[in-house]
């Protein structure tokens, strides 16, 4: 089943510069989609597209099968969540438990269920000692798992990640990425989509999507993605450290292509 | 001359019930000329640490000593010219692009030397060069700051500190938030500098960058200095590092090294460097 | 600055605390009102305030606020109090005569002296009366308190909704607004502007350099902000089930019960005009005025 169906989507912000030149992709349940580019390359208006903050033109946009429109507006946005980029501008109870409350007052959940609900999603992302506090006593990492807690409060069955970890220091960024991956463990029919500067996140997830001027330039399995060498070289675009490494090696005349990560690469050069 | 602290400690609101000792004890010294990384966990006191440098904040104990400048509680050692000092140390805060606020954006580099008292062509031009230096062209010039993209508003922003020509220039994790890209370009633009006479003073969480460009390395923790060392041998330590992240580069190192290839860690600065120690100790062990 | 309470609100565990704010803030109002209310008699005046002030004392006491903190709320009053001593005592009320202290040929009547105690005890209870509700109430619970007390308003099609949503998203940016202000400051002082001294002109760009940036930042913000609410599938116009609710409790029924009393027995007393004192003790007036 296609989570998402991205069809011939344009959009432009000013009527004479399309930041989304014509972007098809689809992506199926359950995987795990990183889209890399460089700042500027359409990455977040295209997240903003697809849940329909920004609205376009020329081009569909399916989520599950259902067409985006004005209507179906509200029906999309129960499935989808989105976390951005700036933890302090989507926190917006006066503690993290009216925060992750505020989703569920604007879905109707009803009052005796809130409770619960708030308990169990603070525990999942190891928030429940923070309840009661406020977002000014928070962490960046803290903040944005509070997010994260908050749209699965809802359920999603997309979760969009809008350069999530961009602002954290690290200690912040494995946090994110550590809840992200007990998120995947635990529902593996969990659709994510990430975009990200991380290229090594990008190494890791099921499908790579290059964007670059508005346009998807490459889009398919991490390995072939990063095989594309003169491309991403030509946008001046990084590679995955093993790659690098690989590459090195093979000036010095050793040959290793075949083998998958460092790990197994460790354990070849030893040998 | 080098930079100098002396049994610095800080408080903040001290005094109240949200006293909080922020720096305890530093005794440090930054060389003139160098490329320093201060690093450590966030809360550590690296921005308290640097904001005595341009007297922002004065030590509630000890002082510190730029160049004949003294920045300290004591009234008599205190300097009166802090002002200067804020014109010998440029400080470029995290996120500097919030600070814009002029029409044009060769006015608000102008600004900061017009308030050193430089006359309005003398600070248009130095807002030009700076400019130019950050790789922001003529076109930008009369432009809103506001219509730039955020890449290229920091770019105004640093700008309008190097306007000032400081021969210190402190950096607050001038590459957060940046793609790849961004930062390889901004650090270029650093070492540059370094190059050619700036002190660079640069507090980041990025070890990959400390490996790369620093030439010193001063751990901080709990407000206390841990360390000051090299690159080179603060990565090479077995212990846990600080809770830092490890560069990519030496986690490799490691787990090669844990395998039983042992590489010449002085050898290693960067991929290629170290596609040769490997070759090197491959041929070794034959 | 993340360590700071905002306002008054001292994070104790009082009755007063527990108390559901929408009492509370009726209970304020009615309250003043009491205050206020003068007596024709000057001894009826100060018996009634003096109950009041008890009253208010002994509130004070239970909700653990230290009289340091009422002071420090009078003391920026102060100047206001010598102003309004000075005035009374150079303007004597009509019929002044008998005389306290005289100096030179300058007269200051007992009347004089009566009425500044007087205006100085209301303003003190006026004060009291609000740091007990600031004190033991969150900012928070005082906005859903006005949310509810606006909700007849929603009839004539005021957003009571969002104008509550509005100031609780104010109050819980206000330390982040203020971490940001540091922040900016800090990057201007940087490069070289004075807050403190300079001329008119150089002021003025100090300050511009402060609110342009806060500003901006503040557009930007909502921007973020209006987007991850909607994604979040806010609606202010929708119906929206809530997660917290007030709950008002005995406490809140007995002490409303307890004030309205006391307010209605001020009024009528005042307005009946009866003289409590004189009644009980039969001692005539004259006597009590010297």
Redesign the interface.
């Known amino acids: 089943m296609l989570a998402l169906e991205v069809k011939n989507l344009f959009f432009s912000y000013d009527g004479k510069h399309d930041a989304v030149n014509d972007v098809s992709f689809q992506v199926q349940r359950g995987k795990y989609v990183s889209i890399i580019g460089h700042n500027g390359s359409g990455k977040s208006t295209l997240a903003k597209l697809i849940i329909g903050l920004l609205s376009f033109k020329k081009g569909e946009v399916r989520v599950f099968d259902q067409l985006l429109t004005n209507e179906s507006l509200h029906e999309i946005r129960s499935k989808v969540g989105i976390v951005f980029q700036n933890p302090d501008n989507q926190f917006i109870g006066a503690t993290v438990k009216d925060d992750i409350a505020f989703g569920l007052e604007n879905r109707l959940v009803p009052h005796e269920d809130m409770e619960d609900i708030i308990q169990k999603f603070a525990a999942k992302v190891r928030m429940k000692e923070f309840l009661e506090s406020e977002p000014a006593n928070l962490s960046g990492g803290q903040k944005q798992r509070v997010a994260i807690a908050g749209i699965l409060a809802m359920s999603p069955d997309l979760v969009i990640l809008d350069e999530a970890t961009s602002m954290l220091d690290p200690k912040g960024k494995r946090e994110v990425k550590e809840t992200l991956l007990e998120m995947r463990e635990e529902n593996p029919n969990l659709t994510i989509l990430s975009i990200t500067h991380d290229i090594e996140e990008a190494t890791i997830s099921d499908e790579v999507i290059v964007m670059h001027q508005g346009k998807i330039i490459l889009n398919g399995a991490p390995k072939e993605v990063f095989a594309n060498e003169d491309i991403l070289k030509e946008i001046d675009l990084d590679f995955p450290f093993i790659q690098k490494i690989k590459k090195v090696l093979k000036l010095q005349g050793i040959d290793v292509e075949n083998l998958a990560n460092l790990e197994e690469l460790a354990d070849f050069l030893c040998r | 001359m080098p930079i100098k602290y002396t049994d610095v400690s800080f408080t903040y609101n001290d005094k109240t019930p949200f006293s909080y000792e922020a720096l305890r004890g530093v005794n440090l010294e930054i060389l003139d000329g160098s490329f320093t990384a201060i690093v450590g966990k966030t809360g550590c006191g690296k921005s308290t640490l640097i904001q005595q440098l341009n007297g922002l904040l004065i030590p509630s104990e000890g002082e510190v000593a730029v160049n004949q400048y003294v920045v300290s509680k004591n009234r008599k050692r205190r300097t009166k010219k802090i002002k200067e000092l804020r014109k010998l140390v440029g400080i470029v805060f995290q996120f500097p692009e919030y600070q814009l606020f002029e029409e044009t954006v060769e006015k608000d580099v102008a600004f900061g030397p017009k308030n050193f008292g430089l006359s309005n062509e003398e600070a248009l031009k130095n807002a030009h060069d700076a400019l130019r230096l950050v790789g922001l062209d003529d076109t930008f010039f009369k432009r809103s700051p506001f219509d730039l993209s955020g890449g290229e508003r920091r770019r105004v922003a640093i700008a309008g500190i190097l306007a000032l020509k400081p021969s210190i220039l402190v950096l607050d994790e001038p590459t957060a938030g940046l793609d790849p890209r961004g930062a390889r370009e901004m650090m270029k633009l650093f070492k540059g500098l370094h190059d050619n006479g700036t002190t660079v003073i640069l507090v980041t969480h990025d070890m990959n960058i400390v490996l790369e460009y620093s030439d010193t390395v001063i751990v901080m923790e709990d407000g206390e200095v841990r360390e000051i060392t090299t690159p080179l041998q603060l990565f090479n330590q077995e212990n846990d590092l600080y809770s830092l992240e490890t560069p990519l580069l030496y986690k490799f190192v490691k787990l090669l090294s844990d395998q039983g290839l042992k590489l010449n860690l002085n050898e290693i600065k960067d991929i290629e460097s170290l596609g040769a120690a490997i070759a090197k100790a491959r041929g070794n062990k034959k | 600055?993340?360590?700071?309470t905002l306002g008054r609100y001292a994070p104790f565990n009082t009755v007063i605390h527990r108390m559901d704010p929408r009492s509370k803030l009726l209970m304020l109002v009615l309250m003043m009102v009491a205050v206020f209310y003068g007596y024709q008699s000057q001894v009826m005046t100060f018996v009634m305030g003096g109950i009041i002030f008890i009253l208010i004392l002994t509130i004070l006491l239970i909700s653990r606020i230290s009289l340091k903190q009422l002071f420090s709320s009078l003391k920026a009053l102060w100047i206001m109090i010598i102003i309004l001593l000075i005035i009374n005592v150079l303007v004597p009320p009509i019929g002044a005569s008998k005389i306290a202290l005289s100096i030179g040929t300058y007269n200051i009547f007992w009347e004089s002296i009566l009425q500044s105690a007087k205006i100085i005890l209301r303003l003190v209870m006026m004060i009291s009366l609000t740091l007990i509700l600031t004190a033991t109430t969150k900012p928070?619970d005082l906005t859903y308190a006005l949310e509810w007390y606006m909700y007849p308003l929603k009839l004539i099609k005021f957003p009571t909704h969002e104008i509550a949503m509005t100031i609780?998203?104010a109050?819980?940016f206000i330390?982040?607004l203020l971490?940001?202000t540091m922040?900016?400051m800090?990057?201007?002082?940087?490069?070289?502007?004075?807050f403190e001294h300079g001329k008119v002109k150089e002021k003025i760009k100090a300050i511009?350099?402060l609110i342009?940036?806060l500003f901006?930042?503040a557009f930007?913000?909502s921007e973020?902000?209006a987007?991850?609410?909607?994604?979040?599938?806010?609606?202010p116009r929708a119906?929206?089930?809530?997660?917290?609710?007030l709950h008002w409790g005995i406490s809140d029924t007995l002490s409303l019960i307890f004030v309205i009393t006391i307010t209605t027995g001020v009024i009528v007393t005042s307005v009946m005009n009866w003289n409590f004192i004189e009644m009980i003790f039969n001692i005539p007036t004259w006597v009590v005025i010297l």
């Not at chain 3, 600055?1 to 700071?4: D, L, R």
């Not at chain 3, 119906?239 to 609710?245: A, D, G, I, L, V």
């Open positions: 600055m993340k360590g700071m928070l609780s998203i109050l819980r330390p982040t971490d940001e922040r900016i800090n990057a201007q002082a940087s490069r070289g502007v004075d511009l350099s342009v940036p901006m930042s930007q913000r973020e902000l987007n991850a609410m909607e994604a979040r599938g806010y609606n119906k929206r089930t809530r997660y917290r609710n």
